[in-house]
Nanobody, 127 residues
Framework: VQLQASGGGLVQAGDSVTVSCAASGGTFSRFGMGWFRQAPGKERDFVAAISRSGGDTRYAEAVKGRFTISRDNARKTAYLQMRSLKPEDTATYYC?????????????????????WGQGTLVTVSS
């Protein structure tokens, strides 16, 4: 399984941006997907996750109400729509795939639940 994240860039505070994660290999519709972020000098933190069915989503408190995770199984792609961006959202955003998820597995918030990771895409929010 390979994951390719894209869509990052430099934006202004208050702007919106959507980052994408395209998967190849495996059966995407069977993967739980997650987004994590890592700011310079900080640990990697959970941002959002979606179950393989799409029926369960989880968000970090810091992004709840501003970010939306979604998936398009036909395109084998997961998305993270980010609105009302703040300078503290500046980070490299990583997508991850939980390939062992079963139908009843909920959205996973811990990094160890994910077996595959993308290379990350940098989002910089200027004030």
């Amino acid at each position: 399984v390979q994951l390719q994240a894209s869509g990052g860039g430099l934006v202004q505070a208050g702007d919106s941006v959507t980052v994408s994660c395209a998967a190849s290999g495996g059966t995407f519709s069977r993967f739980g997907m997650g987004w994590f972020r890592q700011a310079p000098g900080k640990e990697r933190d959970f941002v959002a996750a979606i179950s393989r069915s799409g029926g369960d989503t989880r968000y970090a408190e810091a992004v709840k109400g501003r970010f939306t995770i979604s998936r398009d199984n036909a395109r084998k792609t997961a998305y993270l729509q980010m609105r009302s961006l703040k300078p503290e959202d500046t980070a490299t955003y990583y997508c991850a795939a939980d390939v062992t998820a079963i139908l009843t597995t909920g959205a996973q918030v811990t990094p160890r639940s994910y077996e595959y990771w993308g290379q990350g895409t940098l989002v910089t929010v200027s004030s």
